[in-house]
């Protein structure tokens, strides 16, 4: 594992809390294939940037052995301007998926649903859809999509 400054970093946790850190990974050192072991399959997933250098992404390949996703999700950002959080993300298929939560939390332990969109069911074309969060909280806060 790499040290890390406080600015841009991932951190990985097994499970759907931040309660059991596998790893901190930052500068150019790409993490290893990680598995879960926690009993529900799930690893979660922090990403933390003080936003202070514009470059192009990266990418994060995640598979499973349990058996496909409804969704392949292409895309998931966030990002306030006005007053309010935008939340967008892009699939490239679903597969007899009835909606989509959004989630929202300031601690990344407790989340609040907020949102329910609902799914188109079964395709295979790429689709996007949008939320506007009218009403942020003060501070930093997180989005998930589930």
């Not at 594992?1 to 400054?5: D, I, L, Q, T």
């Given at each position: ?5 406080k600015w841009d970093y ?82 490239a298929s679903e597969s ?51």
């Open positions: 594992m790499e040290y890390c400054f991932l951190e990985v946790y097994h499970g759907e809390t931040l309660d059991s850190l596998i790893g901190r990974y930052c500068g150019t050192t790409l993490p290893p294939v990680i598995n879960s072991t926690d009993p529900s399959g799930a690893l979660t997933l922090l990403w933390s940037s003080d936003f202070s250098i514009n470059r192009s992404g990266f990418i994060i390949s995640i598979q499973t052995q349990s058996g496909p996703l409804p969704i392949e999700l292409i895309s998931f950002t966030a990002e306030y301007s006005g007053g309010y959080v935008e939340v967008d993300w892009t699939v007899n998926n009835n909606y989509f939560t959004i989630e929202r939390s300031t601690d990344c332990y407790s989340w609040d649903e907020i949102e329910r969109i609902e799914g188109l069911g079964t395709h295979n074309h790429h689709i996007s859809y949008n939320y506007s969060d009218t009403r942020p909280l003060t501070g930093v806060s997180y989005y998930r999509l589930k």
